[in-house]
C-alpha cells in the first residue's frame, strides 16, 4: 500500500453515462498525475496537477474527458459520454515536492457496456 | 514506433534463475529511468529509480542504464515465486513518464 488511494476500485457503466474517479494523494505531495492503462499495454499519460493547477494535459484526454484538484489535495477525473474504448483502468500517482518518484494507487477499473 | 519498447513475454523461468529484462528508448531527452512491478489488477509499484548510466543495486535487483545505447535494463537473482508479475520499465525527461508495454515474468517453484 503505497499510501495513495482511489474510490471506487471498479466501475461499470451503459455507453453514454457520465463517470466520476476520485484520488487522494499522499498527505503533502504537491504533484499528481493521471494515468490510462489498457490490458497488455504500459499506463499512458493524461494529465498532471501541481498543487491545484493543471500544468498538462495529453492528447489523449479528449474533451469529454475533465479532472480538478481544488484546493491541491484530491483530485477528480470525470468522464463524459462515456464510450466502449473509455474502458480500462485509470491510475492515480502522487509525487512529493523536490523528487520525482511517482507513487501509483490502486487504479480504478472502468468498464463501459 | 513507440519511444519506449519492451518484449511483452511471457518468461517463464524457474525458481533460483537469474531473470534479465529490458527496454530500448528512442528519445535522447529522458533523464531518469524506473522499473516498476505490477500484480493482477494492481497498481504498479516502484522497484528501482536511477538517473544516470551505471549499475545500481537493492537486494536481489540490479538496475544497468546505457545511455549511449539507449537501453535499460533489470537483473533478478534468486527468482522467487512471488516475483511472477508484470515489470514495466518508465522513463521520465519532462515530468510525466513514459512507459513500455510491459514484461510478464512467471517463476515456476
Known amino acids: 500500500d503505497t499510501g495513495v488511494s482511489q474510490n471506487p476500485r471498479h466501475k461499470i457503466t451503459k455507453r453514454g453515462q457520465n463517470v466520476t474517479f476520485r484520488c487522494d494523494p499522499i498527505?503533502?505531495?504537491?504533484?499528481l498525475y493521471w494515468y490510462r492503462q489498457t490490458l497488455g499495454q504500459g499506463p499512458e499519460f493524461l494529465t498532471y496537477?501541481?498543487?491545484?493547477?493543471?500544468?498538462?494535459k495529453s492528447r489523449l484526454l479528449s474533451d469529454r474527458f475533465s479532472a480538478e484538484r481544488p484546493k491541491g489535495s484530491f483530485s477528480t477525473l470525470e468522464i463524459q459520454r462515456t464510450e466502449q474504448g473509455d474502458s480500462a483502468m485509470y491510475l492515480c500517482?502522487?509525487?512529493?515536492?523536490?523528487?520525482?518518484?511517482?507513487?501509483f494507487g490502486p487504479g480504478t477499473r472502468l468498464t463501459v457496456l | 514506433q513507440k519511444e519506449v519498447e519492451q518484449d511483452p513475454g511471457p518468461l517463464s523461468v524457474p525458481e533460483g534463475a537469474i531473470v534479465s529484462l529490458n527496454c530500448t528508448y528512442s528519445?535522447?531527452?529522458?533523464?531518469?529511468f524506473m522499473w516498476y512491478r505490477q500484480y493482477s489488477r494492481k497498481g504498479p509499484e516502484l522497484l528501482m529509480y536511477?538517473?544516470?548510466?551505471g549499475n545500481k543495486e537493492d537486494g536481489r535487483f540490479t538496475a544497468q542504464v546505457d545511455k549511449s545505447s539507449k537501453y535499460i535494463s533489470l537483473f533478478i537473482r534468486d527468482s522467487q515465486p512471488s516475483d511472477s508479475a508484470t515489470y514495466l520499465c518508465a522513463m521520465e525527461g519532462r515530468r510525466a513518464l513514459t512507459f513500455g508495454s510491459g514484461t510478464r515474468l512467471q517463476v515456476q517453484p
Open positions: 536511477t538517473y544516470s548510466s
Open positions: 500517482a502522487s509525487v512529493r515536492a523536490s523528487t520525482d518518484t511517482q507513487y
Open positions: 498527505s503533502e505531495h504537491n504533484r
Open positions: 528519445n535522447s531527452a529522458f533523464q531518469y
Open positions: 496537477f501541481q498543487n491545484e493547477a493543471q500544468l498538462e
